[in-house]
């Protein structure tokens, strides 16, 4: 789906993938979210070999970490790691020059995604590390010899340091806070305190205050429970989908980083959080899922809890980009010229030589996977090479073609 989506053309990307928890998730009978479900198990088997070969080939220095992430953690990491990184190297490409993106992890695997996200986003682009810390160590959550976790964390990282949207967010002073530091009262009962500016002791009164700056540990933000109902205060929102993160938490992330009108993506929206917090904000939203019932919980949500007859289109097509610019015909004489010079003649399959009139026009990554008549998608491939791939992607043709022993001679030796 991202494939489709035009560069720089989302302002704020929310993501909260499957963590690597080694759990798999299923919304219960009779909730809004029934039948939704996704494993967050990972083998080898559940990534694709083109995946391999587009990091091996264009991120050289994100494989070396994949695989040294192989040697430390097995194939179980290694995985999850591919199957994050292509859909992070997208992120990348549709993320606004001004734009940052929230990556929603924990514990299992926050320490690689992180560097991940150094890899694919740039290490300088590293805004900050949040601490969610989403309830309390009660006797129930206790397993294992070691204290109990209370927190995930969101990983921030700007398109660009510093040309990055940052709107300050501000909470309630607590009581304490209040008490210590807003000690006097003046004659109409205003409390304030004094601070000195300038050389002069001025009043800051509490009721022209802000709020406290908002800092990196986030503990005013309780999580939902997959139980509905179970929490009085949030059970509107509970649609009982196992994962489901706060509106709250959300909406936090879109004031700071999202501009007005703006654009929100969440690329794993499950129950659509993210769709509803920048509907409420006054953004505009994307939100993908690879569950045919995530349409649903949006549908459902969008009525009960803004009253809007649903605000959205759900489409199951891959979308074609526009912003190439006028792409010619894929197979025009313009392009099989280039490309002839540009593969010297030989076929980018078996790798024989031919004369032209034997090569056919290839989609390297195929359209119906999301690839573009642009002129980087295209190669020359032979007629019998062009037959065997299909709808396939070049990774998987080579290692057809490997095992049929079509390949004889290695280009690249
Ligand atoms: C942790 S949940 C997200 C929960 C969401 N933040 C919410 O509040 O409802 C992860 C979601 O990712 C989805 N998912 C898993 N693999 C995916 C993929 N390859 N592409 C898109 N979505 C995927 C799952 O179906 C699941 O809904």
Redesign the pocket.
């Known amino acids: 789906?991202m494939r489709g989506m035009n560069s720089a053309s989302v302002d704020l990307i929310?993501l909260?993938?499957?963590?690597n928890s080694n759990h798999d998730?299923a919304a219960p009978i009779g909730s809004v979210a029934a039948g939704?479900?996704?494993k967050?198990t990972w083998g080898l088997d559940d990534v694709k070999v083109v995946w391999h070969g587009e990091i091996k080939h264009e991120y050289p220095g994100l494989y070396a970490l994949l695989t040294a992430t192989r040697e430390i953690h097995g194939d179980s990491m290694m995985a999850y790691l591919i199957?994050m990184g292509i859909?992070l190297i997208e992120m990348r490409r549709v993320l606004a020059a001004e734009g940052t993106i929230y990556l929603?992890c924990n514990q299992y695997a926050g320490h690689y995604l992180k560097l991940l996200l150094d890899a694919v986003f740039g290490r300088r682009n590293f805004v900050t590390e949040i601490i969610w810390n989403y309830g309390t160590p009660s006797g129930g959550r206790t397993s294992g010899k070691k204290p109990v976790k209370t927190h995930d964390v969101l990983l921030a990282y700007a398109a660009g340091y510093g040309d990055h949207l940052y709107t300050p967010q501000f909470t309630p002073y607590s009581e304490n806070y209040t008490f210590r530091w807003f000690r006097h009262t003046d004659e109409d009962g205003r409390r304030y305190q004094t601070r000195s500016r300038k050389g002069r002791i001025v009043r800051q009164y509490l009721d022209e205050s802000p709020g406290m700056p908002l800092s990196t540990v986030w503990s005013d933000v309780m999580q939902l429970s997959s139980r509905r109902g179970w929490f009085p205060s949030t059970r509107k929102e509970e649609v009982g989908?196992p994962?489901?993160?706060p509106l709250a938490l959300?909406r936090r992330v879109i004031d700071a980083s999202a501009p007005e009108g703006g654009i929100v993506l969440?690329?794993?929206?499950?129950?659509?959080?993210?769709c509803i917090a920048a509907e409420q904000r006054g953004r505009r939203w994307v939100g993908?899922?690879?569950?045919p019932k995530?349409a649903d919980?949006v549908r459902v949500r969008m009525r009960n809890e803004l009253g809007l007859f649903y605000a959205g289109a759900h489409r199951t097509d891959i979308p074609a980009r526009t912003d190439l610019g006028k792409v010619p015909a894929y197979n025009c004489a313009e392009n099989r010229r280039y490309l002839y010079g540009e593969q010297g003649g030989y076929c980018n399959g078996c790798e024989e030589h031919f004369p032209p009139r034997n090569f056919t026009v290839d989609h390297i990554v195929p359209r119906a996977k999301g690839g573009t008549d642009h002129i980087s998608n295209l190669q020359l491939l032979c007629g019998a090479c062009n037959s065997a791939k299909g709808t396939k992607t070049q990774e998987e043709l080579l290692v057809l073609l490997t095992d049929k022993g079509w390949i004889k001679r290695k280009k690249a030796a």
């Open positions: 789906m929310y909260d993938p499957p963590f998730y939704a479900e996704f967050d199957y859909r929603h989908y994962t489901q993160k959300v969440d690329p794993f929206c499950g129950c659509a959080t993210a993908i899922d690879i569950s995530a919980p």
